[in-house]
């Protein structure tokens, strides 16, 4: 994997650790914020590591997918104790991805294809160009999924975006 991809993908963790821990410390509109930002990186994130390293690893392991977790906590009260349990599960189940994604070793550099798609999912975590993902989590991961292998298409087809 290229250095910089692999540089992306741990300031990510870094970022989405940081934001589930938050949560469980903040109340009403701000536990709100936080937790909605942190479901929408998180789908981002998925779909690139779902995009780049699942072709290279030949399947899509338990370790990535956290919509169990992601979908019970959006379906209760944000001040529930329900949710609380709910958000540490997707906190849990993030924090078991990264360590089992951190252990992976995949080398090879990125193709310009892949670039691309790494230029996308990147717009798409800072919030530019066609940033709505959706309400749900399942379209969150619909959306970005969509987005991803959009730019796969168009570079298959000889139409390669400009940056």
Do not use: K
């Amino acid at each position: 994997m290229s250095d910089r991809l692999a540089e992306l993908l741990r300031r990510q963790h870094v970022e989405l650790r940081a934001m589930l821990c938050r949560v469980p410390l903040l109340h009403d509109g701000a536990r709100e914020d936080v937790f909605l930002r942190a479901r929408r990186l998180l789908a981002v994130h998925l779909e690139l590591e779902s995009a780049l390293l699942l072709p290279r690893l030949g399947g899509v392991p338990d370790h990535f997918r956290l919509d169990d977790e992601v979908e019970a906590a959006e379906h209760e009260g944000l001040e529930s104790i329900d949710f609380d349990a709910a958000q540490a599960r997707v906190a849990i189940a993030f924090l078991r991805h990264v360590g089992v994604q951190e252990g992976l070793a995949v080398s090879g550099q990125l193709s310009a294809r892949e670039e691309e798609v790494v230029a996308t999912a990147t717009r798409l975590w800072d919030g530019f160009g066609e940033a709505y993902l959706g309400n749900t989590w399942s379209d969150m991961v619909a959306a970005a999924s969509d987005s991803l292998s959009s730019e796969d298409a168009r570079y298959r087809s000889g139409v390669v975006p400009q940056s």
